[in-house]
């Protein structure tokens, strides 16, 4: 088991930014890849963002120049800033880590309970 527990969600205004965090064990967080999922009422999850061990980043076309994935070693914490939000970025935020980013894709590996980020206008 890989313990992943998001936070940072909330609301702010169309425009605003939040930064959302994933805290998992120390023991594992420096040599798997992670990423991050949303999945908004009515629609199928999507892959948001993923972090290689080597710091490889790839985003969705819909967050690309708005959010940054990145991870804090000393920390065991990764994060995605997110700028310029938009109310379509409204969703249930997932953090997700697998053994390698094929399977973050797939859907398999650890997820997060999830954190709520609402967008108004």
């Known amino acids: 088991q890989v313990p992943l527990v998001e936070s940072g969600g909330g609301l702010v205004q169309a425009g605003g930014s939040l930064r959302l965090s994933c805290a998992t064990s120390g023991s594992i967080f420096s040599i798997i890849p992670m990423g991050w999922y949303r999945q908004a009422p009515g629609k199928q999850r999507e892959l948001v963002a993923t972090?290689?061990?080597?710091?490889?980043?790839n985003y969705a076309d819909s967050v690309k120049g708005r959010f940054t994935i990145s991870r804090d070693n000393a920390k065991n914490t990764l994060y995605l800033q997110m700028n310029s939000l938009k109310q379509e970025d409204t969703a249930v935020y997932y953090c997700?880590?697998?053994?390698?980013?094929?399977?973050?894709?797939?859907?398999?590996?650890?997820w997060g309970q999830g954190t709520q980020v609402t967008v108004s206008s």
């Open positions: 972090l290689t061990r080597g710091g490889d980043t």
């Open positions: 997700a880590a697998a053994t390698s980013v094929k399977a973050i894709i797939s859907g398999s590996g650890y």
